[in-house]
C-alpha cells in the first residue's frame, strides 16, 4: 500500500473530474485522477450526448481556457415551452435579461477530448487509466482507495481527500437516496429543414418532456418516454422514426428529414444525503444524478467543483481533507443541490402525474409566465445562471 498523506485523489476521468484537477490545479494543487476507461479514447455510444451549458459554466470553462468557439459549440438564444394537448406555451428569450445567450451546447465527447488534451500538459496532474475503483473507506485521518488494475491486479491507496466523480454508476453511496423514474430517455441528432438558429424547444407530453437543442449537426433530440415506448422508437426504421417525431411535436421546429443512430439511457436519479464526509467528497453525478428535462446535470456539477476549489482555495491547513474544509463545502452546497434536484424532479414528474388537474395547472403555469414579464424573467435568469445566483 503507497502512503499518500497530503494527496489529493480524483476517482473518475469524466468532464467533472477533469474540471476539477484542472482547476485544482491553477491553485497549485496536484492530483492524482484514477480513471477506469481508456483516456485517449472516447467515441463510444455512451458520449453521444449533446449537454446544454448556462452561460455561468461556459466562465468556469474559459478559466481552463475552453471557450464555445474552439468546440463548435452552438448558442441558445431562446427557448420555446410548451404543453402537448393542452393551452399555454410560452418563449423564453436571453434578450430579456440583458444577454447574448442563455449557454451553449456541447458534445459531451468534444468537451471530454478538450478537457483531457488540457490534462496532458498539466503537470501537477497524473492520471492513471484503466484502474476501476472498487471501494473508498474514508476515515479521521486518510481515505483508503482500492482499485483494480487488469494488468497487475488489486492494490490500495491512501489519500488526504478523495474525491469521487464516477458519474454515481459505481462506487456505493450508502447515504444517497435513489429513485428510478420507470422511463428511459432516447438521444440522437435530427436534421430539419427550416428549423431557426439559436432556438431550443422544450415540449411536456403525458409520456415524458421531449427537447430538441441546437446542436453542430442540427438539433439534439431527448425523447423520454415508458422503457417499452423508447424501445418501440428505437427499433423503427429512421424514416418511421421522423415521421412519429413529426407527428408528437407539431412542425414548429421544421420538418425533420434525418435522424441519427439512436441512444438509450435509462432514467435514474440520486441524491447523496451526505456528499462530504471523512475525507471522501462526492462531486457532480456522484453527489448527485438529475433527470435531463432540465439539462441542469453538469451544470450543478460544475458548481459543485468551483465550489471546492473555492473551499481548497481558502484551506489555511496543508490538509485538504480537514473536516472543517468538508463541513464548510456541505454547507456551501446544500441549497443549490436542494433546490435544483428539487425542481427538477418537479419538471420530470409534474407533466407527467396522471391526476386530474395536474396538466392544467402546468398549462397555467405557462400561460402566467408568457403574460408575466416579471416571471417569465425570473425563469429566465434561472436557465441562463443556475439556482445559485
Ligand atoms: C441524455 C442525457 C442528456 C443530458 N443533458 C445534459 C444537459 O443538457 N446539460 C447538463 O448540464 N447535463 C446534462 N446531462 C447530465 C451530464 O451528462 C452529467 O451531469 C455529466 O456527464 C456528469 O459528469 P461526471 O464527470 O460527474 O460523470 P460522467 O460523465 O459519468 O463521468 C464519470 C467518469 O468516471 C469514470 N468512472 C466510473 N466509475 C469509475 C470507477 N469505479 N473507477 C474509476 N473511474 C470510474 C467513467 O469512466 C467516466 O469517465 C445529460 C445526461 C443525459 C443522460
Known amino acids: 500500500m503507497n502512503k ?23 491553485q497549485g494543487w496536484p492530483s492524482l485522477v484514477i480513471e477506469a476507461g481508456n483516456w485517449s479514447a472516447v467515441h463510444s455510444e455512451k458520449y453521444e450526448r449533446t449537454l446544454a451549458l448556462s452561460q455561468s459554466s461556459w466562465n468556469v470553462l474559459a478559466e ?14 431562446s427557448i420555446h415551452v410548451s404543453q402537448r394537448g393542452m393551452p399555454g406555451q410560452v418563449l423564453l428569450s436571453a434578450e430579456d435579461v440583458g444577454k447574448k445567450v442563455f449557454g451553449y451546447t456541447v458534445s459531451y465527447q468534444a468537451l471530454l477530448t478538450a478537457l483531457r488534451n488540457k490534462i496532458q500538459s498539466e503537470s501537477l496532474i497524473t492520471v492513471q487509466s484503466h484502474r476501476r475503483v472498487l471501494s473508498i473507506e474514508g476515515s479521521h485521518t486518510a481515505a483508503r482507495i482500492s482499485y483494480q ?6 492494490h490500495s491507496i ?32 435530427i436534421t430539419s429543414l427550416g428549423a431557426k438558429a439559436g432556438l431550443a424547444w422544450e415540449r411536456f407530453t403525458p409520456e415524458g418532456p421531449i427537447a430538441l437543442l441546437p446542436s453542430a449537426q442540427g438539433l439534439a433530440l431527448i425523447w423520454t418516454g415508458s422503457s ?41 436519479s440520486r441524491f447523496s444525503l451526505r456528499p462530504a464526509h471523512h475525507r471522501v467528497i462526492r462531486i457532480a453525478n456522484a453527489a448527485q444524478t438529475l433527470h ?7 451544470n450543478l456539477g460544475l458548481r459543485d467543483v468551483v465550489q471546492l476549489r473555492d473551499c481548497l482555495g481558502v484551506a489555511h491547513a496543508q490538509d485538504p481533507g480537514h473536516p472543517s474544509l468538508l463541513n464548510l463545502f456541505s454547507s456551501e452546497r446544500r441549497a443549490d443541490r436542494w433546490l435544483t434536484g428539487g425542481l427538477t424532479h418537479l419538471l420530470a414528474q409534474g407533466f407527467t402525474l396522471p391526476i386530474p388537474g395536474v396538466r392544467s395547472l402546468g398549462s397555467f403555469a405557462l400561460s ?8 417569465r424573467d425570473r425563469f429566465s435568469q434561472l436557465m441562463s445562471d443556475g439556482l445559485a445566483v
Open 4 to 26: 499518500m498523506a497530503d494527496s489529493i485523489c480524483i476517482i473518475g476521468g469524466g468532464p467533472a473530474g477533469c474540471c476539477m484537477a484542472l482547476l485544482l490545479a491553477q
Open 64 to 77: 481552463i481556457g475552453i471557450v464555445p468557439q474552439d468546440l463548435n459549440a452552438q448558442a441558445i438564444r
Open 149 to 154: 488494475s487488469p494488468s497487475s491486479g488489486r
Open 158 to 189: 491512501l489519500s488526504a481527500l478523495s474525491i469521487v466523480a464516477d458519474g454515481g454508476a459505481q462506487i456505493d453511496d450508502p447515504r444517497a437516496l435513489n429513485w428510478s423514474y420507470g422511463t428511459e430517455a432516447l438521444s440522437c441528432q
Open 228 to 268: 417499452a415506448r423508447i424501445q418501440d422508437l428505437c427499433s423503427l426504421s429512421d424514416q418511421a422514426f421522423l415521421s412519429a417525431l413529426q407527428d408528437w411535436f407539431g412542425d414548429r421546429a421544421g420538418c425533420f428529414v434525418n435522424a441519427s443512430p439512436r441512444v438509450r439511457y435509462p432514467l435514474k
Open 292 to 298: 435531463p428535462v432540465a439539462g441542469q446535470g453538469f
Open 368 to 375: 402566467a409566465m408568457d403574460i408575466t414579464p416579471s416571471l
